[in-house]
């Protein structure tokens, strides 16, 4: 009976969530923003990748960031540098959330400049599981895959990736170090997602960041 | 209203859920059998480090493992090669479960010959957030930290290392080629909680395990 009730729950608060989620979508494409849900398990270097990625696009295309974590403004604060405005979502007071939901984006999202925004980042809670289970009014969802987590992780946590449009393969300098294929890791993603854009990409020595950015540029033109 | 009804809800999981821990804790107390619910992010070693674990201890404490994961019995068929018996928890048929909960674990003890178990150990989903809030009844909560994710994570998660006796600071021998301040990684987990344990490791060189096989001799006589 527990589940029972358990499973009821998740179903409204899931149809809750989508219909703000829509709600977003909708008020993004009327304002022509492209928003993009960057998620990963801790520290795969969601955070440095756009660190890289904003270095690259300032004074070209205009950014916006929305920053989840549960606690602390530690990743706001290494973005701060650049000229795109941030909002920083923590979801302590709120349970300690281990994910972001279409409201809490909602209301950061009142808390951006829109108007100056064509380009929006929204960095996901550190987790491989929960977030993909939420839909925040995003264009595309990106999960950031690193090497160290090892090959067998997309098979074991198929549903991130079943619902990523791509996967950036990252800390790819340290495959060798580490002894990891990267035709396996690949192959492993393509078997829980056959459609997923693979971009391997070192947020540390830069490689692969150009790809990226054709990709966030094909993104902002289809 | 939404999130009333949702905190509500999620009260009453965790008072059933405790429950139960309650219970499986008086049953495995009653039978001296000692039990460690090991953490982490995916791919941090949890595996990794079981797989060092039980190659020492082999024919000097009898174990037994209960292996959690979304999907697949990868990590299952990784411990087979050693004596102690195993269930696999998939936690996908039941939605997905981010986290073992108190009955999972509860109907896997069913399945494993508890009378020849000294030394239980319980393998969380990989998710630095959600199994934190679970008690599943074991004796210890042990965080494994993984050097790659990044020295700031206990600062970012900080309820699994509040909840943890022990912190296992995995792949080490990646210090050097990160570039990673292992006393500031050791500061950021003691700021959140002064009184955990931090044994560095490496399942990969073996270096740290005689330490952790040390602490788990002190927990099975305390």
């Known amino acids: 009976m527990e589940s029972g009730i358990k499973i009821n729950v998740v179903r409204n608060i899931l149809a809750a969530n989508n219909q703000i989620a829509a709600e977003t979508r909708r008020d993004l494409e009327a304002r022509h923003i492209v928003s993009v849900n960057l998620m990963s398990s801790p ?117 991130m990736f079943r619902e990523s449009k791509l996967c950036l393969l990252n800390k790819i300098d340290l495959a060798e170090v580490l002894g990891i294929n990267l035709d396996r890791v690949r192959q492993n993603v393509r078997r829980v997602n056959p459609q997923i854009g693979i971009i391997p990409i070192s947020a540390r020595s830069g490689e692969g960041v150009d790809e990226w950015l054709l990709w966030l540029n094909k993104l902002m033109v289809s």
Chains 1, 2 share one sequence.
């Open 43 to 159: 520290g795969a270097g969601k955070t440095a990748i756009l660190e890289r990625t904003l270095e690259k696009l300032q004074g070209r295309i205009p950014c916006g960031v929305i920053e989840g974590d549960i606690a602390t403004t530690l990743d706001a604060e290494r973005l701060i540098r650049f000229q795109a405005p941030i909002v920083q979502i923590n979801t302590e007071p709120f349970g300690g959330d281990c994910h972001l939901s279409a409201s809490a984006v909602r209301q950061a999202l009142a808390d951006l400049p829109l108007d100056g925004i064509r380009l929006l980042f929204i960095e996901n809670v550190g987790n491989l599981v929960c977030p993909a289970e939420f839909d925040i009014g995003e264009t595309a969802k990106v999960v950031v895959f690193s090497l160290p987590e090892g090959e067998d992780k997309p098979l074991k946590y198929p549903l």
